[in-house]
């Protein structure tokens, strides 16, 4: 079982919809958790970090985490052309600090 | 200046040949990561490093090693570089609390 886990996608949303991203993980003490996101060709950058259970917003993203569910979500609202990325979900296990990605959903938003 | 360089940034190499890929930063973190990405693998663990004396290998360190030279540079080398090592390579360095990770631009290897 892979310690982060994510649809590949690709998935498309139309423009002005919201885009639901979900990843699953595997250890169960697995205390952070982050949203990057990644253009062809460039470094990931982070969009969202989030620690406790609950929702988390930030402008039009909002991320949510249930630990007992070991899943972390990221919504993002009123999606835009601009939002076409790969968007990778990372963990901090708990049995050691190293940081933990998946293999990061392709989001297309279409015009 | 970025807070993570990485050189060189575009590298072509033949098999059996050594490289090594650097990484510098100004952050001031003691945390510095290496990860390969491929495409549809996300990013992958190769080393990381929570100190100059401490050096942990990741989920693909064979055909890998690392140097933590300083608290600010850390080097990724391929003692005998083969094609499937053909990837997109980046250096991070996170804060004391892992709130988040600072990417370098990242360095496309080929080997051929």
């Known amino acids: 079982q892979k310690e982060v886990e994510q649809n590949s996608g690709p998935l498309s949303v139309p423009e002005g919809a919201i885009a639901s991203l979900n990843c699953t993980y595997s250890d169960r003490g697995s205390q952070s958790f982050f949203w990057y996101r990644q253009y062809s060709g460039k470094s990931p950058e982070l969009i969202m970090f989030?620690?406790?259970?609950g929702d988390k917003e930030d402008g039009r993203f909002t991320a949510q985490l249930n630990k007992a569910s070991q899943y972390v979500s990221l919504l993002i609202r009123d999606s835009q052309p601009s939002d076409s990325a790969t968007y990778l979900c990372a963990v901090i296990p708990s049995s050691a600090s190293k940081i933990i990605f998946g293999s990061g959903t392709r989001l297309s938003i279409r015009p | 200046d970025a807070d993570v360089t990485q050189t060189p940034r575009n590298r072509i190499t033949k098999t059996g040949k050594r490289i090594m890929l650097e990484c510098s930063q100004t952050?001031?973190?003691?945390?510095m990561y290496w990860y390969r990405q491929d495409p549809g693998l996300g990013l992958r663990l190769i080393y990381y490093?929570?100190?100059?004396?401490?050096?942990n290998k990741g989920e693909i360190s064979d055909g890998y090693s690392v140097s933590r030279q300083a608290q600010a540079k850390f080097s990724l080398s391929l003692e005998s570089a083969i094609p499937n090592q053909t990837a997109l390579y980046f250096c991070?360095?996170?804060?004391?609390?892992?709130?988040?990770?600072?990417f370098g631009q990242g360095t496309r290897l080929t080997v051929v």
């Open positions: 991070a360095t996170s804060d004391p609390e892992n709130t988040e990770a600072f």
């Open positions: 952050k001031g973190h003691d945390r």
């Open positions: 490093s929570f100190d100059v004396k401490d050096i």
């Open positions: 989030i620690y406790s259970n």
